[in-house]
């Protein structure tokens, strides 16, 4: 047995199920051994596409994505997805090819430095020189991701260490650093509170059920950051909405008058905090990103299992703030908001993945996610282009109905993704906003820089010809009506649906 095929062994023991990728010359090894395992490989046309897949695949359903390409011309087209994911703290296990290791450092065809240019974007980059060190650092990767999610990690794999013989298969120390020397002081601040507020992000998704619970019983109100939305349903009174600069009128009342405010799992961005708040216990298991007088380095899970919490009563007082974020033109045809209001309306129990562009500022204000990962849509980098190969993640990892919302500018970064779509007759529909613009671009230019728009108008191609081309299904809807009456339907993928909107502002924070 060679290390390619024993690598393939261990990810069949760790029961990875699912991988996306393109197969190449330096990677071949890996490929041949997968060819007989019973790992089903997806087969993207982009190695970009495998990797926002790979992300789709753990925010829609929590199991690690897997991404492989070959050496550096396939390898770098990953950067942008890993980026993305690195950005929001995404775990994802990245395989890339490379030449034979006495071509490392030097000119040889299709050689660079893959390791030092993934060192910027993921968690760890790793450059094992010989079998034992391959098998040593797919485990330890295996294990990090698991158990200290903090984003992706990269193994490079020379295809000679791939075709090698002689390996062994160390056992690793499983150790996992954390420091919760803060808990008794957080624990006073707690002891000393009347009003607590809990903010919610990705991180923890995993204790949904425990924070639901917690939450409930001691009456503790709740706002979520972006990634956390859903965590506790958004139809829950407990639920106050989005902190940060999207606030909702409870969520930011809550935030400027609780004295003590409990973040779990958030990366406390400027989306989040202008300012670092002194009453903040900061709970993370990423010590990079810690902040405020309590930071707490840990799981959440072991943070809520070491703390206590009391009855609190102030909830009332917050329930009398209307909730309500006026959106105008829901009704008027066709704004891209009054078209994602309805789409959103006619899938609201299905996941919705989104793309980059003004649509997901009106998805974002008009959807109330009732489960965490049920909304998803890069939001520390946002590249256009996420959305339709995070949608087939989110398939392939569910099995279930995924919704995508694209604009027209973005649709296009990864089109050719269509051909996975119908190659794996996923049950995507892909909604196209097609407003012949990049219309932020466009707001940005008008508001900001009092520009004519220059460089922002589109001349599409014919959106319904070239998913018949893919051999997929398409309708296009020019009005409300239409698009009210084509929802009654029952739809199912893989199906593209234009809509043609007006061009429109997206409302800008406040």
């Not at 990797?51 to 950067?79: E, M, Q, W």
């Not at 973005?410 to 993704?417: A, K």
Request: glycine letters at 8%.
């Amino acid at each position: 047995m060679n290390v390619a095929n024993y690598l393939v062994k261990v990810l069949q023991e760790e029961q990875f199920e699912n991988v996306f990728g393109i197969p190449g010359e330096q990677i071949m090894p890996l490929y041949e051994a997968l060819s007989k395992s019973n790992i089903n490989h997806i087969l993207t046309r982009h190695e970009q596409a495998a990797a926002h897949a790979a992300d789709g695949y753990y925010r829609a359903s929590g199991k690690i994505g897997v991404c492989i390409a070959t050496a550096s011309p396939g390898a770098l087209n990953f950067t942008m997805a890993l980026a993305t994911a690195y950005k929001d703290n995404i775990p994802m296990l990245v395989l890339t090819g490379d030449n034979e290791l006495k071509y490392r450092g030097s000119d040889h065809f299709q050689s660079l430095p893959q390791v030092e240019i993934f060192r910027h974007i993921t968690q760890d980059s790793y450059n094992p020189l010989n079998g034992s060190e391959a098998i040593f650092c797919l485990r330890a990767a295996i294990f990090a991701l698991k158990n200290n999610p903090k984003g992706p990690i990269h193994i490079n794999l020379s295809k000679d260490v791939l075709l090698s013989e002689e390996f062994d298969d160390i056992e690793l120390c499983y150790l996992c650093e954390d420091d919760m020397s803060n808990i008794s002081r957080a624990q006073e601040l707690i002891d000393r509170s009347s009003k607590p507020l809990l903010i919610l992000g990705a991180g923890a998704i995993s204790q949904a059920d425990n924070i639901k619970g917690i939450a409930s019983k001691y009456q503790i109100p709740v706002a979520t950051t972006f990634h956390g939305k859903g965590i506790l349903s958004e139809e829950d009174d407990l639920n106050l909405g989005l902190v940060g600069i999207r606030s909702t009128p409870r969520s930011k009342y809550a935030f400027e008058n609780a004295d003590c405010i409990v973040a779990l799992g958030i990366k406390a961005s400027e989306r989040t905090f202008l300012e670092i708040p002194d009453n903040l216990i900061h709970v993370n298991i990423n010590k990079d990103v810690l902040v405020g007088e309590y930071p707490i380095h840990g799981k959440v899970e072991d943070f809520l299992a070491n703390i206590r919490f009391a009855k609190v009563d102030w909830l009332d007082e917050i329930l009398k703030i209307d909730n309500t974020v006026e959106v105008e033109g829901l009704n008027d045809d066709l704004k891209p908001q009054a078209a994602i209001n309805q789409i959103l309306k006619r899938f609201e129990d299905e996941v919705i993945v989104s793309d980059a562009g003004s649509h997901t500022t009106w998805t974002t204000l008009l959807m109330k996610s009732k489960s965490p990962g049920q909304y998803l849509f890069s939001g520390g980098l946002a590249p256009m282009g996420y959305g339709l190969p995070a949608a087939i993640g989110a398939s392939v990892a569910t099995g279930e109905k995924i919704i995508s919302i694209n604009g027209d500018g973005g649709i296009q970064m990864n089109i050719q993704e269509l051909a996975t779509l119908k190659n794996y007759d996923l049950n995507v529909i892909v909604f196209i906003l097609n407003n012949y613009e990049f219309g932020i671009i466009r707001q940005w230019e008008e508001s900001f820089y009092g520009m004519d728009p220059y460089q922002v108008k589109l001349e599409n191609p014919d959106f319904l010809k070239l998913s018949a081309a893919y051999g997929i299904d398409a309708v296009r809807v020019e009005n409300l009506d239409d698009l009210t009456m084509l929802l009654e339907k029952d739809l199912s993928g893989p199906l593209v649906v234009e809509v043609v909107v007006e061009s429109e502002d997206i409302p800008l924070p406040k």
